[in-house]
């Protein structure tokens, strides 16, 4: 048994350390002293880390890009949880049909949907607006809260509920003294989930802005139009870092198993 745990240890951390090489040769490379694509570096300086800090372009499309995620995600949650409520409170014989719906954003091809957006918003005359950009990562990345919110009121046992409700209290009390603080860590994890991802998102915010409103993403491709530049490794690095704070937090502090649907399995 000690053999196989130890196997079994010994597995995990060699995929572990497979999955780390290419953040490591990421990390290294925008230390590069010169503007080289270099492992290990040469001249190690944190250069690229100033340039990227000084520049306008690159801290505009930074912002652009936490903005959106932000509020995206903000939006993505606020469909879910009364979506997800609705789907649990009622039991309704459409509600698969509902849900269906609810994650087929993110089933469907990114191109199709970005297509999709792109003729809506030229429609009503809002292509390149941030608002557009906002509105159509939170319908793309509705799927992540809805998911993890589903689990969330899966694992409320219904006699509880019952029982607050016997006890005198209404729909609004057992939602807020009940349901809430069970399904809260699901709902950070949703939040947490669509941020990340929105945050990274390329495809709909090309096809629904343009270059009108730059996000990171979009600026990195279009840097890549005029040559390499350490620049990128430092955007990439920053990128797995908020990624990995965020998770990580998550797995901290919310229990990541659980909120991945163990408990459910």
């Given at each position: ?152 009121f899966e694992s409320i046992e ?108």
């Amino acid at each position: 048994m000690r053999r196989a745990n130890l196997a079994g240890r010994l597995f995990m951390g060699a995929v572990a350390l497979f999955l780390a090489a290419p953040l490591v040769v990421i990390a290294g490379v925008s230390l590069n002293g010169q503007r080289r694509l270099l492992f290990p570096p040469e001249a190690p300086s944190l250069r690229w880390y100033t340039a990227f800090a000084g520049d306008a372009g690159w801290t505009g499309a930074l912002t652009n890009s936490v903005a959106i995620a932000l509020c995206s995600a903000a939006l993505a949650v606020s469909i879910a949880l009364p979506l997800s409520w609705f789907l649990w409170r009622y039991r309704v014989r459409y509600a698969r049909a509902l849900f269906t719906l609810g994650v087929a954003p993110f089933i469907l091809p990114p191109v199709v949907t970005a297509l999709g957006f792109l003729v809506f918003w030229t429609s009503v005359g809002l292509y390149g607006d941030i608002l557009a950009t906002i509105i159509s990562h939170g319908i793309f990345f509705v799927t992540l809260p809805l998911v993890n919110l589903s689990l969330g009121f899966e694992s409320i046992e219904r006699e509880t509920v019952e029982a607050a409700r016997t006890l005198g209290a209404d729909d609004r009390t057992v939602f807020r003294t009940v349901v809430l603080p069970a399904i809260l860590p699901y709902l950070l994890s949703g939040y947490a989930f669509a941020f990340v991802l929105s945050i990274n998102e390329y495809i709909v915010a090309y096809m629904v802005s343009g270059f009108t409103v730059e996000t990171v993403p979009i600026r990195i491709y279009n840097a890549l139009r005029y040559g390499y530049s350490p620049v990128m490794a430092v955007v990439a690095v920053l990128f797995v870092t908020v990624s990995l704070t965020v998770f990580g937090l998550m797995a901290r502090k919310g229990r990541l198993l659980r909120l991945l649907g163990r408990d459910r399995a």
